[in-house]
């Protein structure tokens, strides 16, 4: 440890107790917030409660990856949402929650982010924060879990790669119950708009999305789920939330997979 790291004070408790509509919820140490509130989702947990823990040791990333932080370092934390939408929209809430974190660092103060698509929060290129949306299917009807892992105030020893990057070490060293405060704050406005439309992206978020979206016009490199690998020109992302790549003129929708930027396009 660096003895010149300044201090990793815990999460205000009476602060995130007073955060209408939701309940946040605040443990030592969880393996997995996500796999935490999925069993809690199909027990019957309601709408709006918010894990979030100060160390998590076996977080679960996109595409089986891992997210491990340091104590304190990081906001590791799950929501979980019940959205009274028709299933074809569904694909947009990763896509929503991103925006949400892009607003919520901002307003604490953060630098200004860009999405990789489809959801990677980013500065100038480097990865701060990662979100994995799991959906679930319960008793009372599907739920989603919104799981949301930002690097705080790790040290560059502290980051699992080196395309990673913490709000520290991007010069904004923001207060973590503030950050959770401001995505919390930003999720529920993007939620509210996102269901009071039915779901449909075209009223405001696919606008919001497109706003922050990095990979749009982009030469991309694409590993699909399927192992095959798609390089093209990103050209936009459609009413499913889909990434549109133009490959030796044609233009294929990718629904998942794992995007490279490879230069930005001439
Ligand atoms: C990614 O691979 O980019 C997504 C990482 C998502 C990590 C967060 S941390 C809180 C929540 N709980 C988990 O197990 N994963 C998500």
Avoid at 1 to 14: A, E, G, T
Avoid at 47 to 76: F, K, S
Avoid at 177 to 188: E, P, S, Y
């Amino acid at each position: 440890m660096n003895p010149q790291r300044p201090p990793r004070p815990p999460l205000d408790l009476v602060t995130l107790q007073g955060l209408a509509p939701w309940r946040v919820e605040v443990v030592e140490e969880s393996p997995s917030t996500n796999a935490e509130l999925v069993a809690r989702a199909r027990e019957g947990a309601p709408e709006g409660l918010v894990l979030v823990t100060e160390h998590q040791t076996a977080g679960r990333g996109r595409l089986d990856r891992v997210w491990v932080t340091p104590p304190r370092a990081a906001l590791t934390f799950s929501v979980l949402l019940r959205p009274a939408v028709a299933d074809r929209w569904w694909p947009w809430l990763p896509l929503l929650t991103g925006v949400a974190v892009v607003e919520g660092v901002r307003a604490a103060g953060g630098p200004a982010c860009g999405l990789k698509w489809p959801n990677d929060v980013q500065v100038d290129g480097r990865k701060v924060a990662g979100l994995l949306a799991e959906r679930v299917e319960t008793p009372t009807g599907p739920a989603a879990v919104l799981g949301i892992g930002l690097n705080v105030s790790q040290e560059r020893e502290e980051l699992p790669v080196p395309t990673a990057t913490s709000l520290a070490l991007e010069g904004a060293p923001v207060d973590r119950t503030r950050l959770l405060c401001a995505v919390l704050d930003a999720l529920v406005g993007q939620v509210e708009a996102w269901v009071a439309a039915g779901g449909d992206p075209s009223h405001q978020l696919a606008a919001a999305y497109a706003e922050r979206c990095v990979t749009v016009g982009q030469q991309v490199r694409v590993h699909l789920p399927s192992e095959e690998l798609l390089e093209g020109r990103a050209t936009g992302v459609d009413t499913g939330g889909s990434l549109l790549v133009e490959v030796d003129g044609r233009t294929v929708a990718v629904s998942a997979g794992d995007v490279v930027h490879v230069r930005p396009a001439g």
